[in-house]
């Protein structure tokens, strides 16, 4: 069985299965693609959930549910292709709750059980419902009990929502600048009632400001361009990526798994590998990229005149310390030393 600290009931576990089978049989993918957004509004939250139905294509079917401003962030990043290259990459930039079908193969021994104690019976084959959390970083995994109380609520809406996009497609695609359509609960005499409005997406904000450097880094920084001599030959390649594969808390046996980060730098010319190391997950990772870049100065000696960097919150990150010893940061995609060495930590691990 499913081990977690906040489990879906039973009764939660049965709610979500009958609406699953009341979804694939509409079969809205028929007239509805994944760029068809719409929002479901939390009566409880006032959360709004970002909705794209998937499997126009006939490749992948279900329901993606996308959570307030930071699900609404990763969906549009999806639906105008801004996602990185290769499945793992795109993986971390999901923040949702995905209500999938597909075969009877790819259904878990966890999930089965459930299956079996609320007595679901799904007549395709192809189509049994399983449903999974995506957030950055982690391993896509159980969803908890909040999460099934919250998706019981989405996908209710959601199965009369696709129908009014059937009946009225044109009033659901508006386009009005920067509003999704959003089904919203109104109360009325202790009773719910829903309507239809657009609204703006909630904003995702960011990292308000980047850190500074600490006063220890500075400080060795500092006493570290003493004794180096840049070299103007020279320049270095800088990224970091989630691992391939995830890793799980030896002493957590049902702990979920995570992607940890992989910081690299590689000589441009050479590509002599400087560093790569692990950052912990729980580890803030701008002052260990930071501490990397000045300890591989230090046990170098040589200032490299330049950093190629591809990411520009990498370059923030790295610019404190880039400043310090005057070296250039480029903005630049130009790294197939750093790509390889990548490539090459990927077929090993």
Known sequence: MIKNNNQPTLKEWKKLYELA??????????????????GIMDPRTKETAYCSVMGNNGEFYGLGVYP?????????????????????EQMHTQK????????????TKEEMEIIKSVGARFDNRNFWPTFKDYTPGYHPWFISGQDAGFLITVVEQALGAVLDFKKNKDEFIAHIPEKIFVKTPKEKKG??????????????????KMPVLNEVDEILARNIKKEAEMDH????????????????????????????????????ISGMVLNASLVNFE??????????????????????????????ELAAIMRPVADIFGIEIKMSDDMGMLDEAKNSFARNT
């Open 68 to 88: 307030g401003a930071e699900g609404f962030k990763s969906l549009d990043s999806l639906s105008r292709g801004n996602i990185p290259d290769g499945i793992n």
């Open 233 to 268: 030959r020279i320049e270095w390649e800088l990224d970091y990526f989630r691992t391939p594969k995830p890793i799980r808390d030896d002493n957590e046996k049902y702990a979920r798994p995570y992607y940890p980060y992989m910081f690299f730098m590689v000589d441009h």
């Open 21 to 38: 089978v009341k979804f694939e049989k509409l079969a809205p993918w028929n007239w509805m693609c994944d760029i068809d957004i719409f």
């Open 191 to 208: 009773k719910i009632f829903w309507h239809y409005e657009y609204l703006a997406p909630e904003k995702y904000i960011k990292r308000d």
């Open 96 to 107: 949702c709750l995905m209500m999938a079908f597909g075969k009877r193969d790819y259904v």
């Open 283 to 312: 580890d803030d990772e701008v002052r260990v990229f930071r501490r990397l870049f000045i300890d591989a100065i230090k046990k170098s000696g040589i200032l490299p005149r330049g950093l190629l960097i591809r990411k520009y």
